[in-house]
């Protein structure tokens, strides 16, 4: 029996645990709970996006994300839709996956974020339309950074 990996870091860990000496443990599944609220469609959909890169989702419907936000210490500069939780750490709005594995590797940020929501980013994808965007990490010192930029799509 055959099986088809098609998620990329899937794949990745795939290849990455051959190389790997026997006996060394592949990556564990990584844990995100995500807060939306009851309606949000492309708060799903980036559910979707996590869950397809291999990601443990536990979803939480909420009744006022302005407060969820708040005590997350998402800065409203920063916001998004929906707010992750990874390792007492936030990711605001539509972040790759990529990315939010990356984030679990920095001990300097206290977040990431897709501010506002560009077209394209995952779970926003939008037939003929695609913006450019950063993902902007929050220091533990309140700084904003680019952690990342993707182009529009051509
Ligand atoms: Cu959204």
Redesign the pocket.
């Known amino acids: 029996m055959s099986m088809t990996i098609n998620s990329p870091l899937l794949r990745l860990a795939a290849l990455t645990s051959l190389l790997l000496a026997p006996g060394v443990q592949a990556e564990e599944l990584l844990t995100i709970d995500v807060h939306r609220d009851a309606n ?1 469609g ?2 799903k959909s ?1 559910i979707k996006h996590l869950e397809d890169n291999g990601f443990h989702v536990i979803d939480h419907v909420e009744s006022n994300m302005s407060v969820v936000k708040k005590s997350l210490g998402v800065a409203p500069r920063l916001s ?3 707010t992750g939780v990874i390792e007492g750490k936030f990711v605001e ?2 972040v790759p996956a990529a990315q939010i594995i990356e984030l679990t590797k920095r001990d300097d940020l206290a977040g990431i974020a897709v501010p506002g ?1 560009p077209h394209g980013s995952p ?2 994808e939008v037939e003929g339309s695609s913006q450019a965007y950063d993902v902007i990490g929050l220091t533990k010192e309140g700084d904003d950074v680019v952690v990342a930029e993707y182009p529009a799509a051509q």
């Open positions: 949000c492309c708060c980036w998004s839709c929906h709005g539509h929501m779970g926003m």
